[in-house]
């Protein structure tokens, strides 16, 4: 019986190597002069500082187009609020999703039920939703079903087995 993994995975290696292209554009760029600006990575958890908050818009800018050129999804970032930091700067926190929760594994097995082929049946295992079916012709239109819904994260899928 023809299965495969629906995922939500991130390359930490492409995340690490966008921070440090950022990090590098900002120290070159004008318009950051002066500005003790700062991107910094702790495994998932990316922390941006600078003097305002215009600033900060403009700094998450260009992280997220390095991040979107590197190929990692923005579905996948959480945003923190800004707080107001020491002397005079915003810092604002994103962090990065990794895996399926349980309630949206719920939600991606209800649209598979309702919407998908008969004889398709999925199943949560840790923070993976686990797709069988009859069919290889069956499984693809799932993917195609799950690729075209907005749940709100970035979803691979992988582990295909006939």
Do not use: C, H, W
């Not at 900002?26 to 990316?46: A, C, G, M, P």
């Not at 999804?73 to 002397?87: F, H, I, N, P, R």
């Not at 649209?111 to 290889?136: F, L, N």
């Amino acid at each position: 019986m023809p299965t495969f993994d629906v995922v939500s995975e991130v390359d930490r290696q492409e995340v690490r190597n966008a921070v440090d292209q950022a990090q590098r554009e900002i120290n070159t760029r004008f318009d950051f002069k002066n500005t003790n600006s700062s991107i910094e990575q702790n495994e998932l958890v990316i922390t941006l500082r600078t003097v305002s908050e215009d600033r900060l818009a403009a700094l998450r800018l260009v992280l997220e187009e390095r991040l979107v050129k590197r190929g990692v999804s923005l579905k996948g970032l959480d945003y923190g609020k800004v707080e107001e930091a020491t002397q005079n700067t915003v810092r604002q926190t994103l962090t990065i999703q990794v895996g399926i929760a349980s309630d949206k594994a719920r939600e991606i097995n209800k649209m598979i039920k309702e919407k998908g082929p008969k004889g398709v049946s999925s199943q949560t295992q840790g923070d993976t939703v686990r797709v069988s079916g009859k069919k290889r012709d069956d499984l693809q239109s799932v993917i195609t079903l799950l690729k075209g819904a907005d749940l709100g994260i970035p979803l691979q899928f992988n582990n295909f087995r006939d």
